[in-house]
């Protein structure tokens, strides 16, 4: 069986109960395993480090690429819907889930239009939202004034396209179908 060497990075965060800062912290294994995925799949098992609300990427330790699904056949575009936002917003799906909820990805374009739609929302008793795109870092910022935080959006490489995870594994996003709006 082959051997692969895999890096797991959790990237520096907020402790999301105490709020304190999270420093970044990675861990190389090596794993036997079928595939490059399926040895993914086994050093999230055996990893030691703890995530902690942290952002938790993984890869080639040789090849520096992360490691993603190998089925590009499963990887199709989509339309997304969310409570609080107007129209629905073009992006590209997996087919996963996160509780029951799509999980999107999308062009620059189309992210900074959800980023303008989130901050254009009314006032809540917390304060504004507010987005912006930082163009040096390639970031997408949304500031969700009941937390006191930003949240960052860097691309992710999806087969070869640069997309946003906006929202991604945190917001209730559906998949609908029908025209843009």
Avoid: C, K
């Amino acid at each position: 069986m082959p051997t692969y060497s895999v890096r797991i990075v959790a990237e520096a965060g907020t402790d999301p109960v105490g709020g304190t800062p999270l420093g970044y912290d990675q861990e190389i294994l090596t794993i036997e395993a079928d595939s490059l995925w399926a040895a993914r799949s086994r050093a999230i098992h055996r990893m030691t480090l703890s995530p902690m609300g942290r952002v938790l990427r993984i890869y080639d330790a040789e090849a520096g690429d992360e490691i993603v699904h190998p089925s590009p056949s499963s990887f199709r575009q989509g339309r997304f819907r969310i409570d609080g936002l107007p129209g629905t917003y073009d992006g590209f799906t997996r087919d996963e889930t996160w509780n029951g909820f799509a999980v999107p990805y999308f062009s620059l374009e189309e992210a900074r239009r959800v980023a303008h739609y989130y901050a254009a929302q009314l006032a809540g008793p917390d304060g504004q939202a507010q987005s912006d795109y930082d163009t040096d870092r390639n970031i997408i910022r949304l500031y969700d004034p009941s937390s006191g935080q930003w949240d960052d959006y860097s691309p992710v490489n999806v087969e070869g396209r640069m997309l946003y995870p906006i929202g991604t594994r945190d917001w209730t996003w559906e998949e609908v179908s029908g025209a843009a709006g």
